[in-house]
């Protein structure tokens, strides 16, 4: 006999509200500039709490590893989401209303990176994590190793990381170089993990895509940031 399931509407909520639980970022790579000289991106969650839906914008200079003049944008709807909804809808409200940003910095929004590290999922951030990946187009191969450190505990927590990079090249011409500021310190963040790499069509802009995990009183949030080298 055929049975047939009916969930009501306060059964759904509870499934979602459950899903939900939790605050973790989704990455979203908004490109680069024609040159790789600037590199967009944004994230996108809902609050845990609240379940309001949130976004952040970023726009960073590469060579410099840090953001253009006014290149980090915040928002959070007054207003919780509906169900089934994802919170990406704050993303696409601070885009629309930041268009002429992306346009002065010269970011062309199908001008993404192609990737060249992709972390599975389930990885987990490991102290000291090393990762090998190549650019085939190139005939480099790379070599990067996260090296992070922290102090105090509970509220007092400040962690810091940096990244060792080498690279390779097909003839066998080797570099190597820091990427980040092991003297920034940063509240809350209990660990880093490098989930992508992606490198601009011009092949001289990489830009290392960061898992944050931060403490939080639900457990931990995840957000992300980005470190980014000129080659």
């Not at 939790?22 to 991106?41: E, I, K, Q, R």
């Not at 457990?219 to 992300?224: L, V």
Request: aromatic share 10%; hydrophobic share 40%; proline share 2%.
């Amino acid at each position: 006999m055929l049975k047939k399931i009916f969930l009501t509407a306060a059964g759904v909520l509870t499934l979602c509200a459950g899903l939900w639980a939790g605050d973790t970022a989704s990455f979203v790579d908004l490109g680069f500039s024609p040159d790789g000289g600037v590199y967009m991106f944004g994230q996108y969650g809902v609050q845990s709490g609240t379940l309001k839906p949130w976004a952040d914008l970023f726009i960073v200079d590469v060579a410099r590893n840090d953001f253009v003049a006014g290149g980090r944008i915040s928002y959070t709807h007054d207003s919780p989401i509906a169900a089934g909804q994802d919170g990406s809808g704050a993303l696409y409200r601070l885009i629309a209303g930041n268009a002429g940003l992306a346009e002065r910095c010269g970011v062309s929004f199908p001008n993404q990176g192609q990737p060249l590290y992709i972390a599975l999922d389930g990885e987990d951030s490991v102290s000291g994590e090393t990762i090998e990946f190549r650019h085939f187009e190139s005939g480099k191969s790379f070599r990067a190793n996260l090296v992070s450190s922290s102090e105090g505990s509970g509220q007092y927590l400040r962690s810091s990381f940096y990244i060792n990079l080498e690279s390779v090249s097909d003839g066998g011409q080797r570099n190597t170089y820091t990427v980040g500021d092991i003297s920034v310190k940063r509240q809350d963040i209990v660990s880093y993990h490098i989930k992508k790499v992606i490198i601009d069509s011009r092949e001289d802009s990489i830009v290392f895509v960061i898992e944050m995990r931060r403490r939080s009183e639900a457990g931990h949030d995840i957000r992300y940031m980005v470190e980014t080298l000129r080659l």
